[in-house]
């Protein structure tokens, strides 16, 4: 596999191959740019509690934080968070909801279990579990528009594989992984022991292409490697006349490029209002 500066995968040591999936690492501030995000989420939470925590299955993690918009027949924002798919919780992008609600979407939060607890594959089916769910109940609280499903980093590559759900309309992928190969190659593995088959199976870029409109996002400014992902997997998808733009967040790193989806006139908010025309 050829990287984004055209050395080999291969050639790598561990430390390069860890050094260029290690979003925390390079972004010096992270930490603070996590704390302000989770801070600016509770006091969102407190102050929308009426559709929280509800249900979608046995688990505290398999549950969705609703907030309905204005109209209940307006688009709904559905947001995955990120975490190599071993890290975070829905509760602490709450404040992901600003910017749409602002512009009179309704927003859910997807939560599900995490590596090691849970397999890729388990997740995957969570994911697709909790779709079944809000198809069928989001009318109740609300939310009985078209959905548009987003999610970031690991959230990003589960947004490219949650796509292929009936009730997804659009999708915002955000700084998503989309070939899972080089990913078992690296720190990450040990927690989400990637099996063969997943691989084959989990990777969108090995999936057959869904051809409803999807925005592949990533921040300019972020590692070579995210931008490679997502610059080869919408390829894929033009190759396949599938619709949706490649959409490099200017002077965004992997932290930053959430701020053109939280933000009112955000960016990322008027690509996916732009998929739905």
């Not at 947001?79 to 859910?108: I, K, P, S, T």
């Not at 490219?160 to 955000?174: D, K």
């Not at 490029?257 to 739905?276: F, H, K, Q, S």
Request: glycine letters at 8%; charged letters at 20%; one cysteine or more.
């Amino acid at each position: 596999m050829k990287l984004a500066n055209g050395l080999d995968w291969a050639s790598l040591t561990q430390r390069e191959r860890d050094d260029a999936y290690d979003n925390r690492k390079a972004v010096a501030d992270s930490p603070a740019l996590t704390e302000e995000r989770n801070q600016a989420s509770e006091a969102f939470r407190a102050a929308h509690p009426g559709h929280l925590n509800l249900a979608y299955g046995p688990s505290d993690r398999e549950a969705w934080d609703l907030f309905p918009g204005r109209d209940p027949s307006a688009p709904v924002l559905v947001f995955v968070h990120g975490g190599y798919w071993q890290w975070n919780r829905r509760q602490d992008f709450a404040c992901m909801a600003e910017g749409a609600l602002a512009m009179g979407w309704g927003v859910a939060l997807c939560g599900y279990s995490l590596a090691p607890d849970a397999t890729l594959t388990r997740i995957v089916w969570q994911l697709n579990t909790a779709l079944d769910w809000l198809s069928v109940h989001g009318a109740e609280h609300g939310m009985g528009g078209p959905l548009v499903l987003s999610g970031w980093s690991a959230g990003g590559h589960l947004t490219a594989l949650g796509a292929e759900h009936p009730s997804v309309s659009a999708a915002v992928a955000i700084s998503g992984i989309f070939e899972l190969g080089p990913i078992r190659d690296t720190y990450l593995n040990a927690a989400l022991k990637l099996t063969d088959d997943e691989i084959i199976n989990l990777s969108p870029m090995r999936r057959p292409v869904v051809m409803k409109p999807m925005a592949i996002v990533h921040g300019a400014a972020e590692l070579p490697e995210l931008c490679r992902q997502s610059r080869d997997f919408h390829a894929r998808r033009a190759a396949a006349q599938a619709p949706g733009p490649l959409w490099p967040v200017p002077g965004a790193d992997h932290f930053r490029v959430l701020e053109a989806l939280r933000r009112p006139d955000g960016l990322l908010l008027r690509v996916a209002a732009e998929m739905l025309r």
